[in-house]
């Protein structure tokens, strides 16, 4: 048992959050490579543990074994290796949740090749953008018609793309899978030289999502994986030979966070539902159906979830429940306590992290909070004034100390631009943009992106406060809180909501949603103005597009 732990964490039982924070620790070996340090090693030492448990919409399910990821890679890195793939050559890869994708990377991660992640979103000119920024030469794609339109729409103007690879299909002008991989020798040896990855070596970049601006690369090296130790074992709270469910495509940093990097460290089964569209009642059904052990999705599916009959699913095999992406909203934490028995544990951190604050096993969850920081960071709140905020004062949420102790996991700059690197984390700070407070018990508190913190008639109104009290009626689902035009006051509270089931928009609902507010906060934050609206705006990851919201409103940063 433990026995991945074990080789790289001197200590993995801890008797308290203060022991956990002070002495936890994770020894980095010498060019670490996930590939052949944990899928191969789990093959070695457990030939049958599983690795995934995969189904989708259609009643298809395939159970996949280290031992069957390890030898896939070996003959797909023998395939790619004759596309000319290389160490250093950039493959985006858009398989939304196929079994696939995990022997792909797997395989890229052993040729030692830079994997993108990417979202079956992406337009045209999303595509376009990426191909060109970061020079890819392969692309591997599952069929499916938006994006094949997508990407042939794109492909003449990406001037670097050479080869596509389709996946679970057969399209002329795309190499196939599986006549691919047929291609591929079974023997891989794990290359020697200038040929092997080293720990500083580029592992992956993300696209952000690119709300504000171009999206930028967000490179992570081969330690990244080491850093989701954290993620998994201490806040999903995985355990070996069970089933984990993180609700994520592969497109998305979530899917690192929770489908592959630390469960797999942790000897845990990844269970991946390839699910055509979020169906709540579907997904409940899964829960129930393959009795998971850990669960994590983001707080927009419990909230939808909860409009269901969450009462009729047996969930009592899941031991902890977990949510990041967004705030977690007190009352959706409420409500699914109250349904299941289990709170709802929240995590916090960005495409460019790890988990850097959560809800660990050692502390009691507090409704509205983010939980503590992760002990592999020095996390700081810095006030305007650049000092640290006291309890209770709204700070920037800062890594510090980068230059003396720099945590497996946190990304090493941007890719291809050593200007935005130098200014992200050259200062040894990494400011995350986000605002945050914290109380007298070490809990921190979201507040909202920097950016969107509302300034009105001399308030600061952070919109999570105010989106958590509206969220509270049982009419709305899910909204977003902007700042709005008023000649007036030059800028005023806006909601943007989503109604449940069985409400209708009115003048009286309006008014009813405001008083609700002035009741729950401060009245001086109630929405002065309320739009209702079948769904919200969101990037490729599943966030609130706010900023979206105050550009059509007129209002610009």
Same mark, same amino acid.
């Not at 990855?197 to 992956?204: A, F, K, P, R, V």
């Not at 989503?498 to 089931?501: E, I, P, R, S, T």
């Given at each position: 048992m433990d026995h991945l732990l074990k080789k790289y964490c001197p200590r993995i039982e801890f008797d308290s959050y203060e022991d956990f924070a002070e002495n936890f620790v994770i020894d980095i070996p010498k060019n670490f490579n996930f590939a052949y340090d944990v899928v191969d090693e789990w093959a070695r030492v457990e030939p049958d543990k599983r690795a995934l448990v995969w189904c989708d919409d259609s009643g298809e399910e395939k159970v996949l074994t280290f031992t069957d990821i390890s030898a896939m890679s070996d003959r797909l890195a023998n395939a790619f290796t004759g596309l000319g793939v290389k160490k250093g050559t950039v493959v985006m890869v858009v398989l939304r949740r196929r079994w696939e994708y995990w022997v792909v990377a797997t395989a890229l991660f052993k040729i030692g090749a830079i994997l993108i992640p990417a979202s079956l979103q992406l337009t045209a000119k999303d595509i376009i953008y990426r191909a060109n920024s970061a020079s890819v030469e392969i692309m591997v794609c599952v069929d499916d018609d938006y994006v094949i339109e997508q990407v042939e729409a794109a492909f003449p103007k990406c001037s670097t793309v050479r080869e596509r690879v389709l996946v679970a299909g057969e399209r002329e002008g795309w190499t196939g899978y599986e006549g691919l991989i047929a291609t591929g020798s079974e023997v891989w040896e794990r290359p020697s030289g200038e040929a092997a990855?080293?720990?500083?070596?580029? =592992?992956?970049v993300y696209f952000t999502s690119g709300t504000t601006g171009f999206a930028k690369m967000i490179r992570h090296n081969h330690t990244h994986p080491l850093g989701h130790i954290i993620t998994a074992r201490y806040w999903q709270q995985v355990q070996e030979d069970t089933l984990h469910m993180s609700v994520s495509d592969s497109g998305w940093a979530k899917f690192g966070?929770?489908?592959?990097? /630390?469960?797999?460290?942790?000897?845990?089964?990844?269970?991946?539902?390839?699910?055509?569209?979020?169906?709540p009642v579907k997904l409940l059904e899964k829960i129930q159906e393959y009795k998971l052990t850990t669960f994590c999705a983001p707080p927009t599916m419990y909230r939808f979830m909860l409009q269901e009959d969450v009462r009729a699913y047996d969930l009592s095999s899941v031991a902890n429940f977990t949510t990041a992406g967004e705030p977690l909203n007190p009352e959706v934490t409420r409500c699914w306590e109250e349904f299941t028995g289990k709170k709802i544990r929240e995590g916090f951190g960005q495409t460019e992290s790890v988990v850097l604050l959560a809800t660990f &096993?050692?502390?009691? &969850?507090k409704p509205g909070s983010m939980g503590k920081p992760s002990p592999?960071?020095?996390i700081k709140l810095i006030g305007e004034d650049g000092r640290e905020c006291e309890d209770g004062a709204e700070g920037m949420i800062c890594v510090t100390g =980068?230059?003396?102790?720099? &945590?497996? /996991? =946190?990304?090493?700059?941007?890719?291809?631009?050593? %200007?935005?690197?130098? %200014?992200?984390? /050259?200062s040894g700070i990494y400011n995350l943009g986000d605002v945050a407070w914290r109380d007298s018990s070490g809990y921190y508190f979201f507040v909202g992106r920097n950016d969107d913190v509302i300034k009105c008639s001399g308030y600061r109104i952070g919109p999570f406060e105010v989106e958590s009290a509206l969220i509270e009626h049982p009419a709305v689902v899910e909204c977003a809180v902007t700042a709005a035009p008023d000649s007036m006051r030059g800028l005023v509270v806006k909601a943007t909501c989503? =109604?449940?089931?069985g409400w209708r928009p009115s003048d009286e609902l309006v008014k009813e949603l405001q008083n609700h507010v002035k009741q729950t906060t401060a009245p001086y934050k109630y929405p002065r103005i309320v739009e209702f609206v079948d769904e919200l705006p969101k990037t490729v990851g599943g966030k609130i597009k706010r900023k979206q919201i105050r550009h059509k409103d007129g209002v610009f940063d």
């Open positions: 990855t080293t720990n500083e070596d580029t =592992l992956m966070w929770g489908k592959i990097y /630390g469960q797999w460290i942790c000897g845990a089964t990844i269970f991946a539902y390839d699910m055509d569209k979020f169906v &096993p050692w502390i009691e &969850p592999l960071h020095r =980068l230059k003396e102790h720099y &945590p497996p /996991g =946190l990304f090493v700059g941007h890719y291809k631009n050593s %200007e935005l690197t130098a %200014e992200a984390v /050259g989503v =109604l449940a089931q």
